[in-house]
C-alpha cells in the first residue's frame, strides 16, 4: 500500500482553504441569527461600520428605521454604549440589517443620489430639535440656509442658536442633512463631524 506524500506548501493551502470556508460559514451564520432575532424582535438596535470619503460611518438602526449615524471622531464605542444605555442593551453588530442604508450612502457619496428613501427613527430627538431636523430634509441638495431661516422655517425666528444646537446634535448626520445649514456670513460654522467633512459634503453636492 503506497502513501501520498503532501508538500508542506499543500498542507498550508488545505488549511487556508478551511479556514476561509469555516469563516465565511460563520459569517452566514452570524447574519441568520441576527435577523432571527430581529424579526423576533429580541434584538432592538443593529449596527455596522461603512467606509466613506468622510471616514468611517457608524450606522445603527431599530425596527422603526436609522436611528445613529456617528463620525469616527465621535468614538464609535462610546456612541454604541450610550446607544446601550439610553435605548436598549440589545444591541447587535449586524451588517446585513443595513445593507440598504449601507448602499444609498455608496449612491450619495458617488454623486448618484440626491436624497434618502429610508425609514427614520428620531426617538432621540425631542421639541424644537425634532422640529429642525424634520425641516432639514426640505434644504434642496446642492443648497444650503442660514441658522437664522432655518429658525424661522421651524417656527421660532428668535431661536438660532438653538438651531445650532440641533444641528450640533443631530443623531442622523448625512442622511438628516444639517452641513446644508451654514451663518449668514455663508461661513461653514461648526459640525458634529469637523469642520472637514462639513466642507467635503457640500463641496460634493455642489459640484453635482
Not at 461653514?188 to 457640500?202: F, I, P, S, V
Request: hydrophobic share 40%; charged share 20%; with cysteine.
Amino acid at each position: 500500500m503506497t502513501s501520498v506524500e503532501q508538500e508542506p506548501g499543500d498542507v498550508g493551502n488545505m488549511l487556508k482553504n478551511l479556514d476561509s470556508g469555516l469563516e465565511a460559514s460563520l459569517v452566514a451564520l452570524r447574519a441568520r441569527l441576527a435577523r432571527a432575532a430581529w424579526d423576533d424582535h429580541s434584538l432592538d438596535i443593529a449596527y455596522r461600520v461603512v467606509e466613506s470619503p468622510v471616514g468611517k460611518l457608524l450606522l445603527a438602526a431599530t425596527a422603526r428605521g436609522m436611528l445613529r449615524v456617528a463620525f469616527q471622531l465621535e468614538d464609535h464605542a462610546s456612541v454604541l454604549q450610550q446607544l446601550s444605555n439610553t435605548v436598549s442593551p440589545r444591541i447587535l453588530e449586524a451588517p446585513g440589517l443595513l445593507d440598504e442604508a449601507a448602499r444609498q450612502l455608496d449612491e450619495y457619496f458617488s454623486g448618484q443620489r440626491r436624497t434618502f428613501d429610508l425609514p427614520l427613527d428620531f426617538s432621540l430627538s425631542r421639541g424644537f430639535r425634532l422640529d429642525v431636523l424634520h425641516h432639514l430634509p426640505h434644504i434642496a441638495y446642492g443648497t444650503t440656509e442660514s441658522y437664522s431661516q432655518v429658525a424661522r422655517a421651524a417656527g421660532s425666528p428668535n431661536a438660532v442658536r438653538a438651531v445650532g444646537t440641533a444641528c450640533a446634535t443631530n443623531p442622523l448626520p448625512v442622511i438628516v442633512p444639517c452641513h446644508r445649514v451654514v451663518r449668514t456670513d455663508g461661513t461653514y460654522g461648526g459640525y458634529l463631524g469637523g469642520t472637514e467633512a462639513k466642507r467635503a459634503l457640500l463641496t460634493l453636492e455642489a459640484a453635482a
